[in-house]
Structures are given as structure tokens and as C-alpha cells.
């Protein structure tokens, strides 16, 4: 299995910023693309930002030029950097990865997701 944990969230005020950090840890064999949802109350789940093992990134219109989401592949961590915050910003971030490990017996690919954790953009 790989496991992901999520750490960073919290509350901020409008305009503040919040870097938002994902580890992957477990019997790892790679990585491929690793990225950020997030889903509001009510709101169905939506990417706000991945980053494939190529180096290439893609984000949501909505925070193109506020968020910037970065990885170090030496550590299996993907960060999430999001300045001027907005209330609309307030929801549960997910980590995303894509990738496989080992079972003991053999490779096994999957696509794995963290627990998620809360930002909340409120005055």
C-alpha cells in the first residue's frame, strides 16, 4: 500500500497564505503523477493541481497565479503552495498519487489517496 499524509491546513484569514504538504511513505516502487483535489460542502471533488513525474503542472483557472504545487521526489513528497486565499478556497484537500509499490510477491499499481485536510479562508 502507499500511504499519504496530508499536513498544513487550518484557518486563515482572506488574503493569507498556506502551504499544504503531502508525504507518501510505504513499500515504494515510484511515483508517477501527484496532485491536489479538494471538495467543498456540497460540492463534488475537484483537481486544483498535479504535477506529473515529467515535471509537468496544470491547475484549476480558479488559482492559476495564486497556487504553485512543487514535489521532492527524493523524499515522495508533493507540496502545495496557495497565497490570497479566498473564502471560495475553503474546503477539504486531498493528496492524489498515482503510482505502485511492492506487496511482498510482486508490483501492484494503484491510485492512492490521503485522509485529507481542512482549509478553512475566513475572517
Known amino acids: 500500500q502507499v500511504y499519504l499524509v496530508e499536513s498544513g491546513g487550518g484557518l486563515v484569514q482572506p488574503g493569507g497564505s498556506l502551504r499544504l504538504s503531502c508525504a507518501a511513505s510505504?513499500?515504494?516502487?515510484?511515483?508517477?503523477?501527484m496532485g491536489w483535489y479538494r471538495q467543498a460542502t456540497g460540492k463534488q471533488r475537484e483537481l486544483v493541481a498535479s504535477?506529473?513525474?515529467?515535471?509537468?503542472?496544470n491547475y484549476l483557472d480558479s488559482v492559476k497565479g495564486r497556487f504553485t504545487i512543487s514535489r521532492d521526489n527524493a523524499k515522495n513528497t508533493v507540496y502545495l503552495q496557495m497565497t490570497s486565499l479566498k473564502p471560495e478556497d475553503t474546503a477539504v484537500y486531498f493528496c492524489?498519487?498515482?503510482?505502485?509499490?511492492?506487496?511482498?510477491?510482486?508490483?501492484?499499481?494503484?491510485?492512492?489517496w490521503g485522509q485529507g485536510t481542512q482549509v478553512t479562508v475566513s475572517s
Open positions: 504535477d506529473t513525474s515529467g515535471g509537468s503542472t
Open positions: 492524489n498519487a498515482n503510482g505502485s509499490y511492492y506487496n511482498g510477491f510482486f508490483r501492484v499499481s494503484g491510485n492512492f
Open positions: 510505504g513499500r515504494i516502487l515510484g511515483l508517477n503523477a
